[in-house]
């Protein structure tokens, strides 16, 4: 109670110290119903039944008003034969109001003179109450009858139709009942049930439409534009090649394949057109330039916007539990796939060349060309080769090239890891997209020691691909819990919504897993291996288990990266990562000159030119944009950022030509450069015939015409003075800046 009558011994005792005990408490009741249960007008029991056609029974029941409570004790009956309808139907409806009574009326002596102590009896109440009152009001007889208006400071209990006959329905008006804890308790449970079943499809859902929007955008049919290209390209390199031409050739130089970059004097870069070389750079990898920068979170190398862990998806506790070394006992063999790489070009040296799109026709060696670092051979099979250039996603603006994955993880680099043991297997439907950042397990029981590893990893025909797993760790036998859920914390892990995954639980000991009936996660099938395959999934059972997942803080992270720096000056920026962008997200780079920040982005100039003036150091920042279910990843750990200037001057040899029969003594070669100025650059063909091609011969004739688009169209000719049936070609470029290049586009000859 809030307050209390304080008695000591020997004082007199009064009839307001008893009255204060009793109003005291009321007091005290009153507040806590007003202050925990509700302060509106509802009631509590009144349950209404029919007794016969014309009488209606209510039970006790209470109502509330204002935080106070009003009782009736006893059930009432009633009867509605003065209420029946003549010819139509009526609506009556059962009300409460509350009112406070004197009762208990009581003959008790009662003293009138204290000095003589002469007492007199009288009837006197000796209870008050709150009490709860029923009546019923009518309604008016119609064919489509009404309830009747309910007076203020009444409220509705049920409402009752007539007819003709009697009682024709009693409907209880829940609305205006107060639910109980018991009932709010179930209703919880409820709720429970449904936030662990549709959360993780409702959160997320504006990255979802994000999504959907950008996918379609980039929905190209790949293996048709595909097999296009490749029959333009074979259109486009017998392009001004005459009928009587011996041999012809034409290159797009997309990649090297057609150049001699181990020939003596070769000092030309090939990429997407031949190019100036670098006359200085700088490689180093991407890395935080605050390694505790409150706004990032570096994990495993994977660098993401600060986030906290949250609970995406739980089947609840455990009511089962299977016994892991019970299964057979082998040696599983996985093959992690690792994260998509990323390209960004961006500077003085990437305007981009005409013929990119072919890129696409599959004539070129995409991954070699894009994806591959300095120093690294790449070897991908033709089914990988294949999802490459179907799920390559890229855009060429001058001075901006972008190349991405639209998946997050290939098979084209992987890790092979072998763990010893056990395998059971749960398979779940990933309902949105989501950043992954532990696993919640249940371990019932527990070895003396014995590590655990945990996968998970995509799925075929709704089973396990061990050979395509996506995120690995192993717990030690001292970080697993007994009785409640163990925390698996695995790297930042990308999950694609609609995708169905599997969670894989390895181990040579003797544990003890977690389970739950088959009914709470019917999206879900549990797995065990059988000598070395896996069986018909397990209907009656599935594995107890949570996702977690980051919840961003912020929906932009803006996060410093260290800065770059080249002597006299940075033209071109060159970042290749591992990255994925899923659609609602976008990664874009900045670097600052003269204090302000300038986006890497496509436009038609390039900051890294402003005013001119080369930087020679570039603070550099990453800007993550996207939901606070999904951002960017991106890797530092091994990553190649390299600045780079170019060269004023460029050689490039072609591989050799073999001209089939006795061969030639005319060759034609025709090149297409583009961003050329004749104020600024020169070009000069050239052939390579004789021993070893040490024989350099100038065309005996060049001329050029220029297309709509400002393309120069050189054509050189020889005439040679001796048949010959090899030969190369070598190009040499000039530019009087660094800043002002130009490339050659295509390359094309014939002999006649």
Known sequence: MEKIVNFRDGMDLSSTDLKNIQSFAQESLDHIVADTVTTQRKYAGFASVMLSGLRMQVSAGRLYDAGRVFNMEAAIEHDFTAATPVQHRKICSLVAWSEVIETGETSREILIDVENQTTEAQTVMMETRRVARLSVRQGVESPDPVAPAIVEGQLEIARITLTTTGIESIAMVADNALPSTAAHGTRLAHLETFRRDAQAKVQGLSGDIAALTEGQANMVGVEQYGQVLDRLASVEAKTGVPDSAVSSFADFLLDESASDTGFAGYHAKVEEGIRFPEAASSTTALALKNPIDPGAKLSDGLLLPAYDRDLRFSTGAPTGEVKLNGYSYQTNELTRKTLVRYRLRHGILHPFSSRYAFLKSGRYDLLGAVFTKQGEVLQANAAARSALLRNHIFWRRHFHWVDKVEV?????????????????????????DMVLDALGLWFTKLAADGAVTVAICETEHGVARTDQVIAQTTLDRADLSVEKETIVPLPPTFLTGGKRY???????????LGTVQGSVYPQGTFFYVLDGQYQQGDGTKDIAF???GAKFRQSRAVIDLAEVQLADGIADIDILTQATEPGATELTFFVQIGGVWYPLSDSETTPLAQGNVLQNLLPLRVVMTGTPEVMPILKLAGSQLTVSRPDLSFSWISEERHLPGSGSDEIVARFELERFDEADHTLTPSLLTGAAYGTETAPDSVSDSVTDDGTIQRT?????????????????????SAQRPFHVAVRRDHAL
């Open 408 to 432: 997050p993880y290939w098979d084209t680099v992987t890790v092979d890891h072998t763990v010893p043991g056990t395998q059971v297997t749960e398979t779940f439907l990933q309902a949105n």
């Open 502 to 512: 599997a969670i894989l639980v390895m181990t040579a000991a003797d544990h003890y």
């Open 546 to 548: 949570s996702l977690y």
């Open 716 to 736: 050189a000719i020889w005439s040679l003075d001796a048949v010959v049936t090899d030969f190369r070609l070598k190009l040499t470029g000039t530019t009087s």
